[in-house]
């Protein structure tokens, strides 16, 4: 079974509602932070958080 891993805001450190496997690929991904309401656009790949705009 594969695990489960939370990806947390870059800014901030809470944890988003955006979970991911070890072999999901993001490209682009808008990811919202609810708790410090912004939007990061991320590049995902083998649990590596890229941050292009933040």
Not at 10 to 23: M, S
Not at 32 to 52: A, G, N, R, S, Y
């Amino acid at each position: 079974m594969l695990k489960k891993y939370w990806i947390k805001c870059p800014i901030c450190n809470g944890k988003t509602r955006v979970q991911v496997f070890h072999n999901t690929v993001l490209k682009d991904f808008p990811l919202f932070c609810p708790k410090c309401k912004l939007t990061h656009i991320i590049d995902v790949e083998k649990l590596e958080i890229v941050i292009k705009n933040t």
